[in-house]
């Protein structure tokens, strides 16, 4: 096994330059997306109509277990060991274990998000694109930083092919966004034993002026590492500036956190439900349908105390007479009502983006999966496409499915969403469906080594998405990543995506290729960048 934080990397070619092996060659992928292959034997999806409703109607629709066991049947059941059994346009390619450090080894990296506007347009200032990424210090032990995490940012010069860049995307890390102790003045409770912050999103406004949405986190836990009481998230927000020379970039401000809301125990369950409860993640956007009325979605869980959780044949999603339908009793025996994950949704209630009200979750998954990751919406062609992540680990019983990223379309951000490709898969790690998968830290030998490869999926514009690198290998060789994957295109059409593999390099383009696609300059004024 390598060292966590000592191997040696050497640099691999960038996208669009020739290297020895592809991932497209190592796996056997075309190079060009395929259509699904004929489904397995199994129950039929749940139909969805996509239908609109208003964004503050109670309708939330539902991804079900009908749907998600759509993953299986489009898994080859006789693919042996260590390959991929999942549909080729829905996989991204292998990602090599000699991975440059977007860092140089200053900090671990993962959950990244761009500098965007209320359409989810990507900005640089002066002439640099800016990011934000969860880091932590590289004397952590990877499997240690999620709960040491603060926000750092990263700055590079825009407009250059990522085949033109250093290797390791050419980023440099800027430090960190908040003085210690900014993020600790919320809590009323000051004997958190440690204080994090996690995920959000970022809007840049005239002048350079950034509201930066985050998860806020305290802990409280014993010298023996256990819980004291339940962990305290709560979404917040800090506003600052980013000032640009055209060759650097400075953050000023980013001095005051206001607390925007806390998990209500009505729509989004809290840690007296559940001290594992999930909430996390804003973020905000404006609805094509509604101009001028700004939005968020974030992580929740259905709010159900956690003994108490049941699934209803609603949540299941069956069609009368399907022969491969469960009963509700089932599913709630088998210990499916663990996992109760949703999409929230809230309104903003004034022009600062600073007091905001809850609405009805617009997306769960009950006794489906406990967690949906980061969600954010993308605009296309007339249609809303809701995108989230999840872990083949967080699946419920009976349910399975690659890590990645997870998609639903439908006519409004509140609609009866149908997931993508039949099953919600929109993006995932090659996968081997057939053998259990272990953890990061330590992976089974019968999965396809690239199964924990990228997380923390972020769509962006055309398609692009950007990922964080987790672990590549197999028992006998694997290596832990702490920095940002190649990026990859994904063609989204209709209810369908896939993996656009004309794009870089046989599908993986640059390292950490975050690039901004409007510019903004210190007057306030906007132009696309060419």
Known sequence: M??????????????????????????GLPSAATALPALHDGPEPTPHTQEAHAPEDDFTAKWTRADARQLQRVSDPTTPP????????????????????????????WDSWPLTDEDGNQYSVKGQEIIFSLVADRSLGFDERHQYAKIGYFYRET???????PENGGWTYGGLVFDEGVTDQIFEDKSFSHQTQWSGSARVFKGGEVKLFFTDVAFYRDAQGQDVKPY?????????????????????GFNKVTELLQADGEYYQTGQQNPSFNF?????????????????????????PRDEAYCTDEDLGYQAGDPFAETADEVNASGATYQIANIGLAK??????????????????????????????????????????????????????????????GDGIRSDFKPLNGSGLALGNPTNLNYQQGQPFAPNADQHPGAFQAYSHYVMPGGLVQSF???????????????????????????????DYSYGNSGLGGWADVPANININPGGHVKPLR
């Open 348 to 409: 903003a209630t004034n022009d600062d983006l600073t007091e905001w009200e809850f609405l009805p979750p617009i997306l769960s998954a009950n006794c489906v999966t406990d967690q949906t990751e980061r969600p954010q919406f993308v605009f296309k062609d007339g249609k809303s496409y809701l995108f989230t992540i999840t872990h083949r680990g967080t699946f419920a019983a009976g349910s399975d499915g690659p890590e990645g990223v997870y998609g639903f379309v």
């Open 82 to 109: 260590r390959e991929n059994s999942m549909p080729a346009s829905q996989t991204m390619p292998e990602v090599q274990q000699d991975f440059p450090d977007m860092s140089n080894d200053q900090v671990w990296v």
């Open 2 to 27: 390598h060292s966590l934080q000592k191997r040696p990397r050497r640099l691999v070619a960038a996208a669009g330059t020739t290297v020895a092996l592809t991932a497209a060659a190592l796996l």
């Open 469 to 499: 690198i987790d672990t590549i290998g197999s028992p006998d060789d694997f290596v832990r990543g702490g920095t940002l994957a190649p990026t990859v295109k994904m063609d989204i059409e209709g209810d369908t995506t896939s993996v």
């Open 280 to 304: 996390r993640d804003p973020f905000t956007f404006e609805d094509p349908a509604h101009p001028g009325e700004t939005y968020m979605v974030f992580e929740g869980n259905t709010a159900m």
């Open 159 to 165: 407009g250059v092919p990522a085949d033109e860049r």
């Open 232 to 252: 305290d998230p709560r979404l917040t927000l800090s506003v600052g500036k980013v000032h640009s020379t055209g060759k650097d970039v400075k953050l000023t």
